[in-house]
């Protein structure tokens, strides 16, 4: 019975999944009761990685769900920009074979965190390219150890400290001591910061900016990595999505802009079906239990237990998808590829969170810069459809196996991928 209640042995002790028909009384229970945030730090020992600096209030949140999704507008030609360098840097002029591990994202969430020049200093580059694998070192590291020797090991961990100097490195970096912390008028998640200045501490508004840039490239790189995969496995795609993308840029004068991307439906649809076959986690709508609860059937889920919903099971249901084994890369705008001009229904969007859909969380805290991700993705993708040919290296038809790590889905980004780049007349 897939509304049946369990627990599954994670690397880091026993998790309660709820079946999901519990979701609607759950999803919009207050923080004193669930916490999204609280799970996320737990599940990566984050009190020991800095990433508890999200537990200090909602601010980081708040950025990517105001400022920074109401200014994509005047963001995205930084990010246009700084997407056109990474073309020349990382692909040449005719193209290369390279491995799915592109720096790609990173860069274009730093112009758009950080700006120029600060985005291109050693010192930023090596502190957001490291954090993400070094928080999940320093997780694995302590995870065999009881809690209480934790605190105790982990400053033995070559990991740790090197989280400490790169935090250093991004202090002095982002808040000389010779200048005063102030803002400026470009728009970046960093001004967005301090001109709410609600934290004006320079070590943990270094913490914030070095964990927020890394989560966003982290995110859209995984997504946009299982895209490219399905793309290099189905190439019978490229066609209509390089005819759409080719129409809504000539239609928008040759630059993208938001209603631009906004416009790019079947790539829209395309991403959500990749999203929703290769989803990054077996589990979804993750919780600690802030105080007891009881559920609509007198289940008491007593405080201090971790759940979660089965948003591996959710994606491939027939109740929320026909056909669900099969990928259709046009699942969520049928309607326009037959012709017609309505617009899809905001929860079948890629921002969209429909009922089987978990990958963006769910309720109250479902994530805030979805949006942006989703323009990154669509930004950097439309790109790679228009100007480049792309394929699996001569032999190889099929996308590689993702790769398991206890609950979590990751592409496999070893993989090649063979990139040419396109001539004006599209040969």
Sequence with gaps: NKDTNYV??????????????????????????????????????????????????????????????KNMSTILPQMVDELDLVKLDLLGEKGIECKCSSPAPSRISSRAFVGAPLCYDKAWIEAVNAFPLDVQKVKFALMIFPDSMRPWIVSLLPQKRRLVRHHRSVRNLLFPASKLVKTEEESTVLNFLLQTSKDTDPETLSSRMILLTAAAFHNSSMAAVQVLFNLCAMPDYLPTLRSEAQTVLEDGGGVWDMESLKRLHRLDSFLKESQRVNASSFLGFDRKVMSDIKLSDGTIIDAGETIAMPSGPMSQDHSYYMDPTKFDGYRFCHAMAEGQDESPQLEKEY?????????WGHGRFSCPGRWYASSVMKLLLATLILEYDFRFPDGQSTRPANRVMDVHILPDMKQQVLFKKRLCNGD
């Design 351 to 359: 921002t969209g969170i429909e009922p089987g859909n978990l990958s």
């Design 8 to 69: 599954v042995h994670t690397l880091l002790g026993d998790q309660v999944v709820l079946g999901p028909k519990f979701l609607p009384e759950l999803r919009m229970l207050p923080e004193s009761s669930l916490n999204a945030t609280a799970a996320l730090v737990d599940s990566v020992l984050g009190s020991y990685s800095g990433v508890d600096i999200l537990l200090n209030g909602h601010l980081s949140s708040d950025i990517c769900r105001g400022p920074l999704t």
